[in-house]
């Protein structure tokens, strides 16, 4: 994903909201999202809605872009969870 946000935009604007689809039912069906980085610095994410929002308001003239990574996991009943990772990619403006 690539996407540009405004300078000294306010903490806790939305960067994007992430979604995946996983088609089975009910619990099997849910998807929960993570960031690779525990800490991230800059942005944070809702586990059960993969809505992004910043952490702080970016200063053009510090940082330019950034990057990171989230993790989509479903979450079956039965066998083993799948995943797959996005990258994000920010471009401050």
Request: hydrophobic share 30%; no cysteine.
């Amino acid at each position: 994903y690539y996407l540009e946000i405004e300078e000294n935009q306010p903490i806790n604007t939305t960067l994007i909201h992430l979604q995946a689809t996983d088609l089975d039912r009910d619990e099997n069906g849910r998807v929960s999202y993570e960031l690779t980085e525990t800490n991230n610095r800059y942005v944070t994410i809702d586990r059960s809605t993969g809505i992004i929002r910043t952490k702080t308001p970016f200063n053009y003239e510090e940082m330019k872009n950034f990057t990171f990574n989230v993790i989509a996991r479903d979450h079956p009943q039965q066998g083993q969870p799948l995943k797959t990772t996005a990258t994000v990619h920010v471009k401050i403006r």
